[in-house]
C-alpha cells in the first residue's frame, strides 16, 4: 500500500491498542457512577462528560457526530458567528479540506480535496454539491444569502453517490437553518461592525404558535467597503427567512418556510499579478508590481492596461470603462413533511427556487455581462422503517427538475462572445440502504442508487473578432484598428452593434488592415446519461466511545454542454472511493481523537476551465481530461485540558494527482500558455499538452488548523479569551501551472476576547482576522488577449467588534 494508507495503519494500531484498556474502564465507570446531571461546560457546550455532542444528519438521520460512520467535519452556528462567515468563500478556514474560489459575478466555487471546478456557469456542474435545507441548489450563483441564524455546515468528504446522488463525486456541502422552537417564545440579535466599514447585523425571533407551533423569521445585513481600491472585492446582502413547524398530530409533523436573498455592490475584483511574454523561444511571467489591494479600476492599473497587447487585434488594449455591478434575487419556498407510522417514518420534501441574475464583472480583466433565470423544483421521499429482524433500512425516491435561460457577454475587446440559450435537466433517482446489525459491535452497511439524467440544450455563441493581417517584424500591427464595444447583450445583435457580417464571414474594417471577424457555434442537442452507484461499509464498535469504520462508495457526475467549438458535449465523470477511519472519546470525554484515510481513482475526470477552443477562441468549457489518484490522512483533535480550557487540532496529509491529463489547443504564431510539456498532436493544427503527474489544482500537501480557547469565570460573568490559526502548504491556484499560479506556504491567523453574561444572554467581543495581514493568491486566470495575469487575493486583516443580545 501507499505512504499514506502505512501512516494510518500505524496509527489506527496504536490508537486501537489503546481503546481495550480505556474501554474496560469506561464501562466500569459507567455502571458505577451515578447519573451526572447536564451543566454548563465554561470552554463551551453542553457538559455531561466533557466534550460537546454534536448532532449531525449527513446520512439522512439524526445521529451523533461521533457516532457517524463517514468522514464529516461540522461548523456549528456559534462558530459561524464567532468566525464571522457571511458567505461560501470562507468556509474553507474553517474546514481544511475545503477550498472557496469567489469568481465573478455571484459565482463561488469549490475545491475538496484537490477536486472542483475553475469556472462555472449555466450549464456546468459542480463537484461539490450544495444543499440548503435538505434541497440541492443546481446552480453554485445560488449559494448567496443563506449563512445567517444557522444549526450548523456539514461538509461530507467523497463521494455521496447513494444518498445526496447527481454532482456530488467530491463531496457535499449541508447548509441547515435553526428550526423553529414548538413552546418557546424567544430570540437573538447579533450587529458587528469592523474596518472597511463592514457592518454585519443578524437575528432571528421564535413564537410559539400554541403547544403544538412555532414561527421563526430571521434575517440578515451585511454591508462592506472593497478590499480592493477601486471598490470592488465589497459585499452587500441582505436575505429573510421565514418558517412555520407545526404537530398537526403526534405522530404528524409539517415544517413550510420561505427565503428571499438580495445581493448587489460591485462584487468580487482581481489584480493584474502581471503579463505573459513571449521571448522567442517560451512563455514567461513578467510581474505588473501591483500590490494585492491594487483594483482593475484604479488609475495605475487603467494605465498598465494600456500597455498590453493584443496578439489578435495587433495593437494595445483599452482602459476598461464599465463599472461592476451585483443584482441578484434568490427566492425559494421548502416543505419537510414527517409521518410516523407503526411500520417506520416517512420524510417528505418538496421545494421550489429560483433566481433572477443581473450583473457585470471584470475579475479576468474582460467583461462578463449576465442575465439569467434559474427555476429548479424538486422531491425527495423516504421512507426509514423499523428494524426487521436484525435489519435497519432506509427507501427512497428523488426528483429534480431545472430550467436555465441566459444570455452572456464575455467582451474582451479583441473578441466579443455572444451568448443565448436555455437548457433544461428532469433527473429521476431511487436508492435504498440496509444496515445489518450483526451483535452488539458489528453493523454491515449497504446502499445502491440508480440516476437518470435527460438534459436538453438549445443555444448559440455568436464570437465576434478583430483580427489584424498586418505583420510588421514578425508581429501582428493595426495601431488604428476598432475594439469592440463592452456594453450590449444578445438582443442588442441584429441591428445595433454588428449589422452587416453575416454568420461565419469576414469583411474588412476600413483601411486598418483589420477584419471583423463573425464566428457561429449553434448547439441543440439532448443529452442523456444513467448510472448505478452504491456504497459498502462495516462499523465496529471498538469500545463505549470508539468507533471503527470503513467505506467503499462509487460517484458519478452527469456530462453537459458548452458554447465552444470542439467541446460542445462532455461526458460523465466516475469516482471509486475508500475511506477507513476511526472516531475516539477517551478520558471521560474529554479527549476527542478522529483518524480518517482516503484514497479516490477519479475516470473521466471532468475539467471545467477558460481556455481556447478548435476555432483558436477563448472560451469556458469543460473537458474529460483523464484520470487522477487523491489519498491522504485526516487527523483531528480535541482536548478539553481543563474545565475552561479547550485545545484544538485538524491536520490533512493530501497526495492529488494527475494519472493522465492530457487536453488540446489549436497552434498559433507563439507557443502555448502552459508550464506543461507540450508537442504536435496526431490531430492536425493541434498541441497536445501533457499535464499528467501533476499534482492537483488547490491541493497543498498539508494543512493544519489549530486552536484555543480558555474560559475565565468571573461571578456572574465569564471572559473568553481564543485564538486559531491554518497553515497550507504550497498549492496550484490557476489552470495552466503557469509559475505565478503557484502559490506559497501560508499562515493565517485569528483571535478574540469576549465578556458576557455566566449565561451568554449578552456578549461583546473584539476580534481580529488575518493577524498576519497575508493575502495570498485564491485564484489565477491567464486572459489570452494582451495575455494578461490575474490574481484574486483573499481578504486582508480585518477587526471589529460584535454584540449579541438574547431574549
Given at each position: 500500500?501507499?505512504?499514506?494508507?502505512?501512516?494510518?495503519?500505524?496509527?489506527?494500531?496504536?490508537?486501537?491498542?489503546?481503546?481495550?484498556?480505556?474501554?474496560?474502564?469506561?464501562?466500569?465507570?459507567?455502571?458505577?457512577?451515578?447519573?451526572?446531571?447536564?451543566?454548563?461546560?465554561?470552554?463551551?457546550?453542553?457538559?455531561?462528560?466533557?466534550?460537546?455532542?454534536?448532532?449531525?444528519?449527513?446520512q439522512?438521520?439524526?445521529?451523533?457526530?461521533?457516532?457517524?460512520?463517514?468522514?464529516?467535519?461540522?461548523?456549528?452556528?456559534?462558530?459561524?458567528?464567532s468566525?464571522?462567515?457571511?458567505?461560501?468563500?470562507?468556509?474553507?478556514?474553517?474546514?481544511?479540506?475545503?477550498?472557496?474560489?469567489?469568481?465573478?459575478?455571484?459565482?463561488?466555487?469549490?475545491?475538496?480535496?484537490?477536486?472542483?471546478?475553475?469556472?462555472?456557469?449555466?450549464?456546468?456542474?459542480?463537484a461539490?454539491?450544495?444543499?440548503?435545507?435538505?434541497?440541492?441548489?443546481?446552480?453554485?450563483?445560488?449559494?448567496?444569502?443563506?449563512?445567517?441564524?444557522?444549526?450548523?455546515?456539514e461538509?461530507?468528504?467523497g463521494?455521496?453517490?447513494?444518498?445526496?446522488?447527481r454532482?456530488?463525486?467530491?463531496g457535499?456541502?449541508?447548509?441547515?437553518?435553526?428550526?423553529?422552537?414548538?413552546?418557546?417564545?424567544?430570540?437573538?440579535?447579533?450587529?458587528?461592525?469592523?474596518?472597511?466599514?463592514?457592518?454585519?447585523?443578524?437575528?432571528?425571533?421564535?413564537?410559539?404558535?400554541?403547544?403544538?407551533?412555532?414561527?421563526?423569521?430571521?434575517?440578515?445585513?451585511?454591508?462592506?467597503?472593497?478590499?480592493?481600491?477601486?471598490g470592488?472585492?465589497?459585499?452587500?446582502?441582505?436575505?429573510?427567512?421565514?418558517?412555520?413547524?407545526?404537530?398537526?398530530t403526534?405522530?404528524?409533523?409539517?415544517?413550510?418556510?420561505?427565503?428571499?436573498?438580495?445581493?448587489?455592490?460591485?462584487?468580487?475584483?482581481?489584480?493584474?499579478?502581471?503579463?505573459?511574454?513571449?521571448?522567442?523561444?517560451?512563455?514567461?511571467?513578467?510581474p505588473?508590481?501591483?500590490?494585492?489591494?491594487?483594483?482593475?479600476?484604479?488609475?495605475d492599473?487603467?494605465?498598465?492596461?494600456?500597455?498590453?497587447?493584443?496578439?489578435?487585434?495587433?495593437?494595445?488594449?483599452?482602459?476598461?470603462?464599465?463599472?461592476?455591478?451585483?443584482?441578484?434575487?434568490?427566492?425559494?419556498?421548502?416543505?419537510?413533511?414527517?409521518?410516523?407510522?407503526?411500520?417506520?417514518?416517512?420524510?417528505?420534501?418538496?421545494?421550489w427556487?429560483?433566481?433572477?441574475?443581473?450583473?457585470?464583472?471584470?475579475?479576468p480583466?474582460?467583461?462578463?455581462?449576465?442575465a439569467?433565470?434559474?427555476?429548479?423544483?424538486?422531491?425527495?421521499?423516504?421512507?426509514?422503517?423499523?428494524?426487521?429482524?436484525?435489519?435497519?433500512?432506509?427507501?427512497?425516491?428523488?426528483?429534480?427538475?431545472?430550467?436555465?435561460?441566459?444570455?452572456?457577454?464575455y467582451?474582451?475587446q479583441?473578441?466579443?462572445?455572444?451568448?443565448?440559450?436555455?437548457?433544461?435537466?428532469?433527473?429521476?433517482?431511487?436508492?435504498?440502504?440496509?444496515?445489518?446489525?450483526?451483535?452488539?459491535?458489528?453493523?454491515?452497511?449497504?446502499?445502491?442508487?440508480?440516476?437518470?439524467?435527460?438534459?436538453?440544450f438549445?443555444?448559440?455563441?455568436?464570437?465576434?473578432l478583430?483580427?489584424?493581417?498586418?505583420?510588421?517584424?514578425?508581429?501582428?500591427?493595426?495601431?488604428?484598428?476598432?475594439?469592440?464595444?463592452?456594453?450590449?447583450?444578445?438582443?442588442?445583435?441584429?441591428?445595433?452593434i454588428?449589422?452587416?457580417?453575416?454568420?461565419?464571414?469576414?469583411?474588412?474594417?476600413?483601411t486598418?488592415?483589420?477584419?471583423?471577424?463573425?464566428?457561429?457555434?449553434?448547439?441543440?442537442?439532448?443529452?442523456?446519461n444513467?448510472?448505478?452507484?452504491?456504497?459498502?461499509?462495516?462499523?465496529?464498535?471498538v469500545?463505549?466511545?470508539?468507533?471503527?469504520?470503513?467505506?467503499y462508495?462509487?460517484?458519478?457526475?452527469?456530462?453537459?454542454?458548452?458554447?465552444?467549438?470542439?467541446?460542445?458535449?462532455?461526458?460523465?465523470?466516475?469516482?471509486?472511493?475508500?475511506t477507513?477511519?476511526?472516531k475516539?472519546?477517551?478520558?471521560?470525554n474529554?479527549?476527542?481523537?478522529?483518524?480518517?484515510a482516503?484514497?479516490?481513482?477519479?475516470?473521466?475526470q471532468?475539467?471545467?476551465?477558460?481556455?481556447?477552443?478548435?476555432?483558436?477562441?477563448?472560451?469556458?468549457?469543460?473537458?474529460?481530461?483523464?484520470?487522477?489518484?487523491?489519498?491522504?490522512?485526516?487527523?483531528?483533535?480535541?482536548?478539553?485540558?481543563?474545565?475552561?480550557?479547550?485545545?484544538?487540532?485538524?491536520?490533512?496529509?493530501?497526495?492529488?494527482?494527475?494519472?493522465?491529463?492530457?487536453?488540446?489547443?489549436?497552434?498559433?504564431?507563439?507557443?502555448?500558455?502552459?508550464?506543461?510539456?507540450?508537442?504536435a498532436?496526431?490531430?492536425?493544427?493541434?498541441?497536445?499538452?501533457?499535464?499528467?503527474?501533476?499534482?492537483?489544482?488547490?491541493?497543498?500537501?498539508?494543512?493544519?488548523?489549530?486552536?484555543?480557547?480558555?474560559?475565565?469565570?468571573?461571578?456572574?460573568?465569564?471572559?473568553?479569551?481564543?485564538?486559531?490559526?491554518?497553515?497550507?502548504?504550497?498549492?496550484?491556484?490557476?489552470?495552466e501551472?503557469?509559475?505565478?499560479?503557484?502559490?506559497?506556504?501560508?499562515?493565517?491567523s485569528?483571535?478574540?476576547?469576549?465578556?458576557?453574561?455566566?449565561?451568554?444572554?449578552?456578549?461583546?467581543?473584539?476580534?481580529?482576522?488575518?493577524?498576519?495581514?497575508?493575502?495570498?493568491?485564491?485564484?489565477?486566470?491567464?486572459?489570452?488577449?494582451?495575455?494578461?495575469?490575474?490574481?484574486?487575493?483573499?481578504?486582508?486583516?480585518?477587526?471589529?467588534?460584535?454584540?449579541t443580545?438574547?431574549?
Open positions: 500500500m501507499n505512504r499514506a494508507w502505512r501512516r494510518t495503519s500505524s496509527i489506527l494500531a496504536l490508537t486501537i491498542a489503546g481503546v481495550g484498556s480505556q474501554a474496560q474502564a469506561q464501562t466500569q465507570a459507567a455502571s458505577d457512577a451515578p447519573q451526572q446531571q447536564q451543566q454548563q461546560n465554561p470552554a463551551g457546550g453542553t457538559d455531561q462528560q466533557g466534550l460537546q455532542e454534536i448532532i449531525v444528519t449527513a439522512r438521520k439524526a445521529e451523533n457526530l461521533q457516532r457517524a460512520g463517514i468522514p464529516v467535519a461540522v461548523v456549528t452556528g456559534d462558530q459561524l458567528v468566525r464571522g462567515l457571511t458567505s461560501s468563500n470562507e468556509l474553507g478556514n474553517s474546514v481544511p479540506s475545503l477550498s472557496a474560489q469567489p469568481q465573478g459575478g455571484a459565482n463561488t466555487t469549490f475545491f475538496l480535496r484537490g477536486v472542483g471546478n475553475f469556472t462555472v456557469n449555466g450549464y456546468s456542474d459542480p461539490v454539491a450544495f444543499n440548503y435545507d435538505g434541497v440541492y441548489l443546481g446552480r453554485a450563483t445560488s449559494t448567496s444569502g443563506v449563512f445567517y441564524d444557522l444549526e450548523r455546515v461538509v461530507l468528504k463521494p455521496q453517490g447513494t444518498l445526496y446522488g454532482n456530488a463525486t467530491a457535499a456541502i449541508n447548509v441547515l437553518p435553526t428550526r423553529p422552537k414548538l413552546g418557546e417564545n424567544s430570540g437573538f440579535v447579533t450587529a458587528s461592525y469592523g474596518n472597511y466599514d463592514a457592518v454585519n447585523v443578524q437575528g432571528a425571533v421564535n413564537l410559539a404558535m400554541g403547544e403544538h407551533g412555532a414561527l421563526r423569521i430571521a434575517g440578515n445585513v451585511v454591508s462592506r467597503d472593497g478590499y480592493q481600491n477601486d470592488t472585492s465589497d459585499e452587500k446582502t441582505q436575505a429573510l427567512r421565514v418558517q412555520l413547524l407545526t404537530e398537526l403526534p405522530d404528524l409533523t409539517v415544517r413550510v418556510g420561505g427565503d428571499f436573498s438580495h445581493s448587489g455592490g460591485k462584487g468580487p475584483g482581481s489584480t493584474y499579478s502581471g503579463r505573459i511574454v513571449f521571448n522567442g523561444t517560451t512563455n514567461q511571467f513578467v505588473s508590481g501591483f500590490g494585492a489591494d491594487s483594483g482593475l479600476f484604479s488609475a492599473a487603467q494605465a498598465y492596461r494600456q500597455t498590453l497587447y493584443s496578439g489578435l487585434a495587433g495593437r494595445t488594449l483599452a482602459p476598461l470603462d464599465v463599472q461592476p455591478y451585483l443584482d441578484n434575487n434568490y427566492y425559494g419556498a421548502n416543505a419537510e413533511i414527517t409521518l410516523r407510522t407503526g411500520a417506520g417514518t416517512l420524510t417528505v420534501i418538496p421545494s427556487r429560483y433566481s433572477k441574475l443581473n450583473n457585470r464583472f471584470a475579475v480583466a474582460f467583461y462578463g455581462d449576465v439569467e433565470t434559474d427555476e429548479q423544483k424538486s422531491l425527495e421521499v423516504r421512507f426509514a422503517g423499523n428494524r426487521v429482524g436484525i435489519f435497519d433500512y432506509m427507501l427512497g425516491a428523488n426528483y429534480f427538475d431545472e430550467s436555465v435561460a441566459a444570455t452572456y457577454l467582451a474582451q479583441a473578441l466579443n462572445a455572444y451568448q443565448k440559450f436555455t437548457s433544461g435537466t428532469k433527473s429521476y433517482a431511487g436508492f435504498g440502504r440496509v444496515t445489518a446489525n450483526l451483535g452488539d459491535p458489528l453493523r454491515l452497511i449497504g446502499g445502491l442508487r440508480y440516476t437518470k439524467d435527460d438534459k436538453d438549445d443555444g448559440r455563441a455568436d464570437v465576434f478583430v483580427r489584424c493581417t498586418v505583420v510588421v517584424q514578425g508581429q501582428p500591427s493595426c495601431p488604428t484598428a476598432p475594439l469592440l464595444p463592452s456594453a450590449g447583450r444578445y438582443q442588442d445583435l441584429p441591428t445595433a454588428y449589422p452587416s457580417v453575416p454568420d461565419n464571414q469576414a469583411r474588412p474594417i476600413g486598418t488592415g483589420a477584419l471583423l471577424i463573425h464566428a457561429v457555434t449553434p448547439v441543440n442537442t439532448p443529452l442523456s444513467d448510472r448505478l452507484t452504491y456504497h459498502l461499509g462495516a462499523e465496529f464498535d469500545g463505549p466511545h470508539s468507533l471503527l469504520y470503513a467505506n462508495e462509487t460517484g458519478y457526475r452527469s456530462g453537459g454542454f458548452a458554447l465552444s467549438a470542439g467541446y460542445e458535449t462532455f461526458q460523465p465523470e466516475y469516482i471509486d472511493a475508500y477507513i477511519g476511526m475516539n472519546r477517551f478520558f471521560d474529554r479527549l476527542q481523537l478522529n483518524v480518517e482516503f484514497l479516490w481513482k477519479y475516470r473521466n471532468q475539467v471545467n476551465h477558460t481556455g481556447i477552443d478548435k476555432n483558436g477562441n477563448q472560451g469556458q468549457f469543460t473537458e474529460n481530461v483523464g484520470k487522477s489518484t487523491n489519498q491522504g490522512v485526516e487527523v483531528e483533535a480535541q482536548l478539553l485540558a481543563t474545565p475552561t480550557t479547550l485545545l484544538s487540532a485538524n491536520v490533512q496529509y493530501l497526495n492529488a494527482k494527475y494519472d493522465s491529463f492530457v487536453y488540446r489547443e489549436p497552434i498559433g504564431p507563439t507557443p502555448p500558455v502552459t508550464g506543461c510539456p507540450y508537442r498532436s496526431a490531430t492536425a493544427g493541434m498541441y497536445d499538452i501533457d499535464c499528467s503527474g501533476r499534482t492537483a489544482y488547490l491541493s497543498p500537501k498539508w494543512t493544519m488548523n489549530l486552536g484555543a480557547q480558555q474560559t475565565v469565570p468571573l461571578g456572574e460573568h465569564k471572559a473568553v479569551l481564543s485564538a486559531d490559526t491554518q497553515y497550507r502548504s504550497s498549492r496550484v491556484v490557476g489552470f501551472y503557469m509559475p505565478n499560479q503557484l502559490v506559497g506556504a501560508t499562515w493565517v485569528n483571535a478574540q476576547i469576549a465578556f458576557s453574561a455566566a449565561d451568554d444572554r449578552w456578549s461583546i467581543a473584539a476580534y481580529v482576522r488575518n493577524i498576519e495581514n497575508e493575502r495570498y493568491q485564491a485564484s489565477a486566470q491567464i486572459y489570452s488577449a494582451g495575455s494578461a495575469a490575474l490574481a484574486v487575493y483573499s481578504p486582508p486583516r480585518t477587526y471589529g467588534v460584535r454584540v443580545s438574547k431574549f
